[in-house]
């Protein structure tokens, strides 16, 4: 498995760290055996598996339901786990027991929490050996108020943008996650960091990538974003289910060579 200094090794000598978010054993298992760097448990499994309207909805039962099984999935890739709305945010001894439980019933090797005003709980969680990974740009929970949307687009938000990202590795910051920000800028954040800077929309000039396991396989996905790139497609799953069902109501399924041979008084027929 590799480790905090391993990435920022990695940065260093400029080899692009991969991130997958991936929420279950089988896609886990895939990841590693693929040599994916990282594993992100992202609370998007709210939209993606759980079919939730949002992130909004998500639980901490759920994140630590879907981290668990990740982990099993793939023991051997650094994984870290989202802080699910509602966990954080509300108070600093609050805050600080819901990321102990998800780091430690998890197992996780990081947290990942989104916003730069949480930049005391990033140095609270350090402090008693958390890793943590800070979500800046377009941040899921938030989009009720923000919307989906390229952020930073303006030259003052630009340069908030760059203050935070300064201010989440002050506070203790292990990694930066930076989604749908303009490309230049970035790259730019990406270079003003020692900790690696992994982009989702965010252009090549960032340290690393990320993009959800359903949306890389094309997997129950009905809405490609612009940032995103299909490498595979089991979008015919639903002619194998299709076929399946068609063999069972022709009786043409199970066959003999998918049946166990028939047992008469103990002796086989």
Known sequence: MKTIKQFITMKEE?????????????????AQEAGIDIILVG????????????????????MIHHAKAVKRGAP????VVDVPFGAVGISSSKDLEYAVKLYQETEA???????SYLTEH??????????????????????????????????????????????????GAVMVVLEAVPSDLAEEIAHKLTIPVIGIGAGKGTDGQVLVYHDVVNYGVDHQPK???????FSSGVD??????KEVKANAFPDEAHTYKKQVLGEES
């Open 227 to 233: 940032f995103v790139k299909r490498f595979g497609d």
């Open 14 to 30: 400029q080899e692009k760290i991969s991130m997958l978010t991936a929420y279950d054993y089988p896609s886990a298992k895939q």
């Open 240 to 245: 194998a289910l299709a076929q399946y069902n």
């Open 109 to 115: 090797n990081a947290i990942k929490m989104e916003g």
């Open 122 to 171: 990033i140095r609270n969680c350090t402090n008693i050996g958390i890793p943590v990974v800070s979500h800046l740009g377009l941040t899921p929970q938030t989009v009720g108020i923000t919307g989906y949307k390229m952020q930073a687009s303006t030259k003052e938000a630009a340069q908030q943008l760059i203050n935070d990202a300064i201010t989440v590795e002050e506070a």
């Open 43 to 62: 609370d998007s499994l709210g939209m993606t598996v759980l079919g939730y309207e949002s992130t909004v909805q998500v639980t901490m039962s759920d």
């Open 76 to 79: 051997d890739t650094f994984t």
